[in-house]
């Protein structure tokens, strides 16, 4: 049986830290590694390029910016869509909704703020423009059954869930 390394149709877990250039905590998995399926844009394709061909036990540090993460911020002002509009729930800042673009595919937006008659909104996502600092220990490996490789992501042990 040869080591396993981090490829395209492999279910690769990992704990990570993600922090910003300053240092702060962004993110990290908790007790249990976060899972995801190598070769379909599970996670930013900076981290993924650096996890490539590294095996269980591996600990790498990863620089990724914008680019190769969340993308530029877009320069574009917010925009306020009518609070009415949210069907009698009150948005928080942070909240994540999702739009149909012109071509129907749906198109992630954020609330960034929310006063009495609307609430503001941008496309740019929340780590856009951000320069992402990973600390990375791979835990596991194993290959994707079939069902995964087909779905596009991993499935938990207790058979098929969705995020
Ligand atoms: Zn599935």
Sequence with gaps: ???LVAAADHVVSFHYTLKNAEGQILDASGEAPMDYLHGHDNI???LERALTGHGVGASLQV???PAD?????SGRADQKVPLSSFGGGTPQVGDQFAMRDPRGRPQPLWVTAVDAKNVHITFDHPLAGVTLFFEVAIAAIRPATSEEVAHGHPHGPDGHHHH
């Design 1 to 3: 049986m040869s080591a």
């Design 44 to 46: 930013v394709p900076g």
């Design 69 to 73: 993460a969340y993308g530029e911020k």
């Design 63 to 65: 620089e990724v910016p």
